[in-house]
T-cell receptor, first 114, second 113 residues
Framework: DAMVIQNPRYQVTQFGKPVTLSCSQT?????MYWYQQKSSQAPKLLFH???????NEADTPDNFQSRRPNTSFCFLDIRSPGLGDAAMYLC?????????????FGPGTRLTVT | QKEVEQNSGPLSVPEGAIASLNCTYS??????FFWYRQYSGKSPELIMS????GDKEDGRFTAQLNKASQYVSLLIRDSQPSDSATYLC?????????????FGQGTILTVHP
């Protein structure tokens, strides 16, 4: 089945210790997104890639970076995690941007910062 | 004013009833509208999309769109306990927001037996 895969599902890191989250997709979608979702809040867009074109949200902290080495994979790097970065990180894909293309989410990675 | 606003909830309905979830949006250039279901601790799941004024039905779900009133709704008929979740309204905006989804805060639905 075509799908969006995220690894690991649960990640524990120490304050200030870099961490990388990964996302892969078998949908062959052009667009990949990274969202941060905290408890009882809506998902917040961090970045998106249209093919290799990188788009950074204005309010995404510099502590967060992303890489997309090929169509199938995308990585989220958190250079120096703080306690406030504990959240669910969601990867999503869509065939293209705009109507009528919906976004399809992976299962998420729950990040804990100790 | 929030860009996408949902009825605050939580919403509690008995099994078998119709659950009505509402959403308003501020960007008149918005082109497409989505409803996601999110179970506690899980990721959002796309359940309905709508682009044109009127109703769109899929099984027990009906999405309704009124662009003049900037209003989207989701009706769930014959509600089941398994429908208990948070429902997120998402709007694909126009202009500088083209291609980006803006989510509402979500409405928590509980269907009780």
């Amino acid at each position: 089945d075509a799908m969006v895969i995220q690894n690991p599902r649960y990640q524990v890191t120490q304050f200030g210790k870099p961490v990388t989250l990964s996302c892969s997709q078998t949908l062959n979608h052009n667009v990949m997104y990274w969202y941060q979702q905290k408890s009882s809040q809506a998902p917040k867009l961090l970045f998106h890639y249209y093919d290799k074109d990188f788009n950074n949200e204005a309010d995404t902290p510099d502590n967060f970076q992303s890489r997309r080495p090929n169509t199938s994979f995308c990585f989220l790097d958190i250079r120096s995690p703080g306690l406030g970065d504990a959240a669910m990180y969601l990867c999503a894909t869509s065939q293209k941007t705009g109507a009528p293309y919906g976004q399809y989410f992976g299962p998420g990675t729950r990040l804990t910062v100790t | 004013q929030k860009e996408v606003e949902q009825n605050s909830g939580p919403l509690s309905v008995p099994e078998g009833a119709i659950a009505s979830l509402n959403c308003t949006y501020s960007d008149r250039g918005s082109q497409s509208f989505f409803w996601y279901r999110q179970y506690s601790g899980k990721s959002p799941e796309l359940i309905m999309s709508i682009y044109s004024n009127g109703d769109k039905e899929d099984g027990r779900f009906t999405a309704q769109l009124n662009k003049a009133s900037q209003y989207v709704s989701l009706l769930i008929r014959d509600s089941q306990p398994s429908d208990s979740a948070t429902y997120l309204c998402a709007v694909n905006g126009g202009g500088t927001s083209y291609g980006k989804l803006t989510f509402g805060q979500g409405t928590i639905l509980t269907v009780h037996p």
